[in-house]
């Protein structure tokens, strides 16, 4: 014990350093993400935190499973304690969600299919802490506990991972992130009476259609874009093939990742269906970003264990207090 102490001193000092670095470069190192601004910064701690939610009750289902096999309190008692940690971090993911939500959408929530998943596992968790309180019966308490757990662990990689894809997003940003855009665009025309002029999205970003033109195979759309403010960011012409029914060209807008794109094209009617796109994340395509995500993982994860297994000794620690004074209670000096 005496060799572990100043390891384990020497440890936290190094995970509270870590953390503080990991903060001071998120707002000082880590570049405005183009397209998002300061708002981008979030994924140094959104994308971690859920990393960790997912971790921690992966690691909880497999102490419940272990108790169920050994019937071991100690098994348990890590079940329970890395459940609790994982919910703390599930709550941090839900909330720094939330607020990018608020920041580039105007809403804190939307009952988005992510955010609806991660409150259900909430409230799964929030269950098995209810039924662990509602059995007197320690041994009975485990071993229903260890069930349901297990049952919920199983759920949880559909919930985060599966259920989310499937699922037409509504809010999370896809847009903004994910190639091959899934927002609805804006349908323009250059017929008299039609719409021309119309705000791309959630954007502020305002497409003008001067015409629409069949160029050999493509449909070539010449858009007249305007920013914040009807600042004239320059035209551009995304392109549309007309045999393949696919998009073409995707010009850039001016200083941003994003390109506009031609989704469909009716030469006859003179109408077009415009969207933006990102061509992949790109959001760790900087090295600075890159690296300091990583190092929030790592940190995070670190964070994790350390809280994980403080809980995990404490509970340990209380279940043995307990069978002592119930031993000195059956047999009194």
């Known amino acids: 014990m005496a060799l572990r102490t100043p390891f384990a001193q020497a440890a936290k000092l190094l995970l ?14 880590v570049p405005q993400y183009i397209g998002l601004g300061d708002a981008g910064r979030i994924i140094i701690m959104h994308v971690p935190t859920a990393w960790v939610t997912s971790l921690a009750f992966a690691i909880s289902g497999i102490y419940s499973l272990l108790y169920l096999w050994r019937r071991q309190p100690a098994h348990d008692a890590s079940a329970v304690a890395a459940a609790e940690v994982g919910f703390i971090f599930c709550i941090l993911a839900t909330i720094t969600g ?6 580039v959408w105007g809403v804190f929530w939307n009952w988005d299919p992510r955010e609806t998943s991660i409150l259900v596992l909430l409230l799964i968790y929030g269950a098995y802490f209810a039924l662990r309180s509602a059995i007197d ?74 015409s629409l033109e069949q160029r050999g195979d493509l449909a070539v759309a010449t858009v007249n874009v305007r920013g914040m403010g009807g600042r004239s960011l320059g035209e551009l ?25 031609l989704e469909n094209a009716d030469l006859a009617s003179g ?21 300091t995500f990583l190092a929030s993982i790592f940190g995070f994860t670190g ?26 209670a059956e047999f009194p000096a």
Request: include cysteine; charged fraction near 20%.
């Open 16 to 29: 509270g350093l870590w953390m503080a670095g990991v903060v001071v470069a998120m707002f000082l190192v």
């Open 237 to 261: 012409q995304p392109s549309f093939e007309l045999r393949s029914g696919k998009p073409a060209d995707r010009p850039s807008f001016e200083g941003q990742r994003f390109t506009l794109v």
């Open 271 to 291: 109408t077009a269906l415009l969207n933006m796109e990102a061509p992949g994340t790109g959001l760790l395509s900087n090295g600075r970003t890159l690296w």
């Open 303 to 328: 964070l994790f264990f350390w809280m994980y297994r403080l809980r995990a000794d404490m509970l340990d620690l209380a279940d043995r207090l307990a069978q002592r004074e119930g031993s000195y």
């Open 98 to 103: 939330a607020i990018f939500a608020q920041i």
């Open 137 to 210: 019966d320690i041994d009975r308490r485990r071993r229903l506990a260890a069930v349901y757990n297990v049952f919920a662990a199983v759920t949880m990689p559909f919930l985060l991972f599966v259920a989310p894809r499937v699922a037409e997003s509504t809010l999370h940003p896809n847009c903004a992130f994910i190639q091959g855009s899934k927002c609805d665009g804006i349908t323009l025309t250059t017929q008299a009476g039609g719409a021309r002029l119309g705000q791309l999205g959630n954007s502020d970003i305002v497409l003008e259609l001067k």
